[in-house]
């Protein structure tokens, strides 16, 4: 019999998907050879802008950066709702392991060289809570901070569909 603890445990557990293609070897969810694949709202400006910097902060290529509206994607992380797209930027890390919005971020900037320096920003007490509330914020208005008219009509919800 499992222990409490124990049980706690493996609910905490993330799932792994595998995909088998016929005729090929399995096909995990790692792309180009990258141990890290980024997902981002590939309609918003502002978030295009963050991903040029982070092509540079990448010296190493360990991100693989692809828009959520890239063909494929959904079927690709299928233990990701669709919904999870619109609403914040993921991460997607060896075996699986998937981190969503101000976690994704912080994530990211221990994996490129250039964001160490300020991944250290997130131990400080309050600041991962405060950094997801922004996060949050950031996402819903994201279409107002430097798109333009046309994207501040377009509902989130009409992005993705469950």
Not at 47 to 52: E, G
Not at 62 to 84: D, N, S, Y
Not at 122 to 141: E, G, K, M
Request: charged share 20%; hydrophobic share 45%; with cysteine.
């Amino acid at each position: 019999m499992a222990t409490p603890a124990r049980a706690l445990e493996f609910a905490e557990t993330v799932p792994v998907v595998q995909f088998t293609i016929a005729g090929m070897e399995t096909v995990t969810s790692e792309g180009l050879g990258r141990p890290y694949t980024i997902v981002f709202d590939g309609h918003c400006k502002v978030c295009n802008r963050l991903v040029k910097l982070l092509r540079v902060w990448d010296r190493r290529d360990e991100l693989e950066i692809v828009p959520a509206q890239a063909p494929g994607v959904m079927a690709r992380f299928p233990w990701i709702p669709a919904k999870a797209y619109a609403e914040a930027l993921q991460m997607v890390g060896p075996g699986g392991e998937t981190w969503s919005g101000a976690r994704a971020v912080e994530q990211i900037l221990m994996v490129v060289p250039k964001g160490r320096a300020i991944a250290w920003l997130f131990s400080i007490p309050y600041v991962r809570v405060l950094a997801d509330r922004f996060y949050r914020w950031f996402a819903r208005n994201r279409y107002r901070l430097g798109c333009g008219d046309h994207c501040q009509s377009r509902p989130i919800e009409t992005l993705f569909t469950e």
